[in-house]
């Protein structure tokens, strides 16, 4: 049944966080200790916040929280590979992965769809029904994610089957007036809380932003 408030990620109805793009286990540590709900490893050797096997096994076991996987179209022992490796808890699909590839590995998944204005979230919502949530991301053409960018929230659902996550162009000083426009179940920051390179995580944005997610909850 269609609902305007979808089932919340969290257990207090709160909007769930997740810092995605984690390369660094101190990063790992700060995300679980100011209360940020996941963190994102990400295995996509095109992505500036790509990161190796070994270090990615490093900063999973540095974090307390939900440990997510992010691929783009990858071969199946890729992803069996990070699972075990890293324990991970969730996985997360960028691109063009039917739900039967996505429901083949024993793991709770996100979809991750790219908007447009022809996006049909509706009909997504009930192809990968079987999805913990639909995350919703900008479209930038031959980028699967990650771009920084934000969709039109005009195209923003009001009923839905699925938890929505909230992505693309958010940051510290947006964050809380996103979560009060949409309402989303979760929200998912890369570039938004980094430096000025690409990639490079910035330990006082990251605090800021769990904080504003936090105050507007």
Same mark, same amino acid.
């Given at each position: 049944?269609?609902?305007?408030?979808?089932?919340?990620?969290?257990?207090?109805?709160?909007?769930?966080?997740? /810092?995605?793009?984690? =390369? @660094?286990?101190?990063?790992?540590?700060?995300?679980? #200790? !100011?209360? *940020?709900?996941?963190? +994102?490893?990400?295995?996509?050797?095109?992505?500036?916040?790509?990161?190796?096997?070994?270090?990615?096994?490093?900063?999973?076991?540095?974090?307390?929280?939900?440990?997510?996987?992010?691929?783009?179209?990858?071969?199946?022992?890729?992803?069996?590979?990070?699972?075990?490796?890293?324990?991970?808890?969730?996985?997360?699909?960028?691109?063009?992965?039917?739900?039967?590839?996505?429901?083949?590995?024993?793991?709770?998944?996100?979809?991750?769809?790219?908007?447009?204005?022809?996006?049909? /979230?509706?009909?997504? =919502? @009930?192809?990968?029904?079987?999805?913990?949530?639909? #995350? !919703?991301? *900008?479209?930038?053409? +031959?980028?699967?994610?990650?771009?920084?960018?934000?969709?039109?929230?005009?195209?923003w659902p009001s009923k839905v089957d699925l938890p929505l996550i909230l992505a693309g162009g958010l940051?510290?000083?947006?964050?809380?007036?996103?979560?009060?426009?949409?309402?989303?179940?979760?929200?998912?920051?890369?570039?938004?809380?980094?430096?000025?390179?690409?990639?490079?995580?910035?330990?006082?944005?990251?605090?800021?932003?769990?904080?504003?997610?936090?105050?507007?909850?």
């Amino acid at each position: 049944m269609s609902q305007s408030n979808p089932v919340s990620l969290r257990p207090d109805g709160n909007t769930w966080c997740k /810092i995605c793009g984690i =390369t @660094q286990p101190e990063h790992a540590r700060l995300c679980s #200790q !100011l209360g *940020a709900d996941a963190i +994102g490893l990400v295995f996509v050797d095109t992505s500036p916040r790509a990161i190796s096997m070994d270090a990615a096994r490093r900063v999973a076991r540095a974090a307390n929280i939900t440990r997510i996987g992010l691929f783009v179209d990858a071969e199946p022992a890729l992803v069996t590979d990070a699972i075990r490796t890293c324990d991970l808890d969730v996985l997360q699909f960028q691109g063009d992965e039917n739900p039967g590839y996505c429901e083949g590995f024993g793991r709770p998944y996100v979809k991750a769809v790219r908007v447009q204005a022809d996006t049909d /979230i509706q009909q997504l =919502t @009930q192809s990968f029904a079987s999805a913990m949530a639909l #995350q !919703l991301d *900008a479209f930038v053409e +031959g980028v699967a994610g990650g771009t920084g960018q934000q969709f039109e929230w005009d195209l923003w659902p009001s009923k839905v089957d699925l938890p929505l996550i909230l992505a693309g162009g958010l940051r510290p000083d947006n964050v809380g007036a996103a979560i009060k426009r949409l309402k989303p179940a979760g929200v998912d920051v890369s570039g938004g809380v980094e430096t000025e390179v690409r990639g490079e995580k910035d330990p006082e944005r990251i605090r800021k932003f769990v904080q504003e997610v936090r105050n507007v909850s």
